[in-house]
């Protein structure tokens, strides 16, 4: 049984209440009855072994019989800037990164993008996003979440970032220097951000406006990848040597 998230707020005095979707699957799915064990983690990093004192249509109460703290973050974090992509494909990225790890996803908005968030659905689109990071890390047993910000102009997105992060801008068809081999922080402290452009590729412009803002421009090699292709490839070499894929 994998470990399903809670909010450390729905734990008090050593015991937990679980309402809601979880309460559904738990009971509804999973047919957890009175008396069974399972673990929960919560935004804190720590895991919890609950056993099931009441379980109802309503809620589960279970009392918490040991708790464990996660394992320090010992890599740097790693924000994935991703153009967002049409239909499913975006939901992939978000899932298969999410597995491999990355703290935070931000959706670019990109000039030769296809699609152009509408303001309206902003919010909804971010939470579906954001529920799709959430499953993918309760299912690859994540300790955390990885967070998925609202959409932001690449441009702008260039712009903003801190000046201490080792940032990479992936670009197709140019001689830029190989993930393989860049230098890469080793402290948890420091973020590396990686963006990648969307089908059509980025326009000069952005790409020469990243590179005045400290992004360095890498390649994945001579093959043209689909942007959740490199997006995945180049989230898996770093994460590789970093040490965070065994
Ligand atoms: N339309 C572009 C072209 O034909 O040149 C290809 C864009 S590609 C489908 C989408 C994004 O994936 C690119 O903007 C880049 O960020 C990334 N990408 C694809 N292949 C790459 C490679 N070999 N090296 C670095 N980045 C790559």
């Known amino acids: 049984m994998p470990v399903f998230f809670i909010s450390s707020n729905q734990i008090t005095h050593g015991q937990v ?7 559904d699957h738990l009971r509804g799915s999973l047919r957890v009855t009175d008396g ?32 464990r703290a996660g394992p320090s973050a010992s890599s740097p ?3 994935l800037a991703a153009t967002i ?5 975006m939901d992939w ?11 935070t996803l931000v959706p670019l908005v990109a000039e030769q993008g296809i699609v152009r968030p509408r303001p309206s659905r902003s919010d909804a689109q971010r939470e579906r996003w954001q529920r799709i990071a959430f499953e993918a890390a309760q299912q690859s ?13 690449a441009r702008d997105f260039f712009a903003g970032q801190p000046a201490q992060a080792t940032k990479f801008i992936l670009t197709e068809r140019c001689e830029g220097a190989s993930l393989q081999s860049v230098a890469l922080p080793a402290m948890a402290t420091k973020t590396i951000i990686i963006a990648v452009g969307p089908e059509g590729g980025w326009r000069d412009e952005e790409t020469d406006q990243a590179i005045q803002h400290g ?13 959740e292709t490199a997006a995945a490839a180049a989230v898996s070499i770093v994460q590789s040597r970093l040490g965070e894929l065994g």
């Open 141 to 153: 047993e994540r300790w955390d979440v990885p967070t998925v910000t609202s959409p932001v102009h």
């Open 77 to 79: 974090p790693i924000t």
């Open 17 to 23: 209440t679980i309402t809601g979707p979880l309460c």
């Open 93 to 103: 990225i978000i899932q298969k990164t999410t597995e491999l790890g990355i703290a």
């Open 36 to 67: 069974e064990e399972f673990w929960v983690g919560d935004e804190q990093r720590r895991r919890y072994l609950v056993k099931a004192l009441q379980v109802t249509k309503q809620a589960i109460l279970g009392s918490i019989l040991d708790e």
């Open 215 to 227: 992004f360095r421009p890498v390649t994945l090699g001579p093959r043209i990848l689909r942007a």
């Open 85 to 89: 992509l049409k239909g499913d494909r």
